[in-house]
Nanobody, 121 residues
Framework: QVQLVESGGGLVQPGGSLTLSCTTSASIFRIYTMGWYRQAPGKQRELVASIADGGTTNYADSVKGRFTISRDNAKNMGYLQMNSLKPEDTAVYYC???????????????WGQGTQVTVSS
């Protein structure tokens, strides 16, 4: 069973930076789209950024120019570089991946367990 594991969350002051990482717990045949979502208390989970296997990226308007999503296909890892963080960026951040575990496996969607990001002075 594939698991996605996030790391890199924590407490940071406004204006600071953090880099989140997402890794897979098992060997993966191919990752199609990787994405980062976040959910703040009392709010719905929202897409922050996504990156297709060809490198095309998509960002929420609220993070454009501040966050950068990237991936390392050789390592099956994804990253979210977050700069100029604001208190409203405080949320649990989740990694999401659309992937196929083996050549014969079906394509499926997976979530990580989430990592807390708190932006506060």
């Amino acid at each position: 069973q594939v698991q996605l594991v996030e790391s890199g969350g924590g407490l940071v002051q406004p204006g600071g930076s953090l880099t989140l990482s997402c890794t897979t717990s098992a060997s993966i045949f191919r990752i199609y789209t990787m994405g980062w979502y976040r959910q703040a208390p009392g709010k719905q989970r929202e897409l922050v950024a996504s990156i297709a296997d060809g490198g095309t990226t998509n960002y929420a308007d609220s993070v454009k120019g501040r966050f950068t999503i990237s991936r390392d296909n050789a390592k099956n890892m994804g990253y979210l570089q977050m700069n100029s963080l604001k208190p409203e960026d405080t949320a649990v951040y989740y990694c999401n991946a659309d992937l196929r575990q083996s050549m014969i496996a079906k394509r499926d969607n997976y979530w990580g367990q989430g990592t807390q990001v708190t932006v506060s002075s």
